[in-house]
């Protein structure tokens, strides 16, 4: 009997959790998906123009998915809405700022943004461009946790790395000046399970994109793994998956104190 009251708790333990990944799974989606036909530019304000560096002034270009659009902060500000405003403080420069991020992008979407006639123009006048790319590409709609298997994240990997680099190759041919800030990954999911798992495969992502940060020149790697790993759901919006307004402020910190004149 008591055998069998075991065996039925498991079973309604193992029906919650299925539960659990396919509403998260919902969930991410709805926050990341692409749209169908996604605009060349997402912009949220586009000051740049070719006589900037003339005029003594400052431009920043936000590349990316919706780390980079802001997305679970409720003041809409995200963590390139905080930099401008932090730099601001700090000078009498004008500072310019062109949010291109676009929500659910990957880094093979990425990619072919930075291609584009126009976002190469506002490239070239960038004085800093700041980039969030990965997180989709890794957790794929939540679909890695479901099948969480170690050869399928090495191609994912694999691939993301490819991308990065033509990226990163394709930046610096357009702009060789800017100093370039790659934002990197921290594991929402921190809490689960298989956290010691996912946080590993996390921290090797992170890694490998160091390493191929080095291989530019002023293209620095910004960590923010350990910023969300102690105290993750003070920091994560209602998604448990985005940060909120004070996670990214704590990410903006952090890449507003890298940023030299």
């Known amino acids: 009997m008591r055998g069998k009251w075991i065996q039925l708790i498991a079973a309604v333990s193992g029906l919650a959790c299925l539960l659990w990944l396919v509403g998260l799974g919902w969930s991410l989606y709805e926050y990341l998906r692409v749209p169908a036909n996604p605009p060349a530019i997402a912009s949220k304000s586009v000051e740049t123009d070719s006589k900037a560096k003339q005029d003594n002034r400052f431009n920043i270009i936000a590349i990316g998915d919706s780390l980079t659009r802001g997305t679970g902060d409720s003041t809409g500000k995200g963590y390139v809405g905080n930099v401008k ?39 070239k006048d960038a004085d800093v461009i700041m980039m969030t790319i990965g997180g989709n590409d890794l957790f794929q709609s939540g679909q890695t946790l479901v099948d969480l ?98 996670g990214y402020k704590l990410v903006a910190d952090r890449v507003a104190s890298l940023i030299t004149w």
């Open 85 to 123: 405003d932090s730099l601001e403080e700090k000078t009498d420069r004008k500072i310019y700022l062109s949010n291109l991020g676009i929500k659910g992008q990957r880094s093979n979407q990425l990619l072919q943004q930075v291609k584009q006639p126009e976002v190469q123009r506002q490239l």
């Open 149 to 246: 298997n170690l050869n399928n994240v090495k191609t994912l990997q694999n691939q993301y790395l490819k991308n990065v680099n033509s990226i990163l190759s394709t930046m610096r041919a357009v702009n060789k000046d800017a100093t370039i800030f790659f934002i990197g990954l921290y594991n929402p999911f921190i809490k689960m399970d298989n956290a010691n798992q996912t946080s590993s495969i996390v921290r090797e992502w992170n890694f490998k994109s160091a390493e191929l940060s080095a291989k530019y020149p002023k293209t620095v790697f910004v960590p923010t793994f350990d910023i969300f790993e102690l105290k993750v759901d003070d920091y994560l919006y209602s998604d448990h998956f985005h940060p909120n307004a004070e």
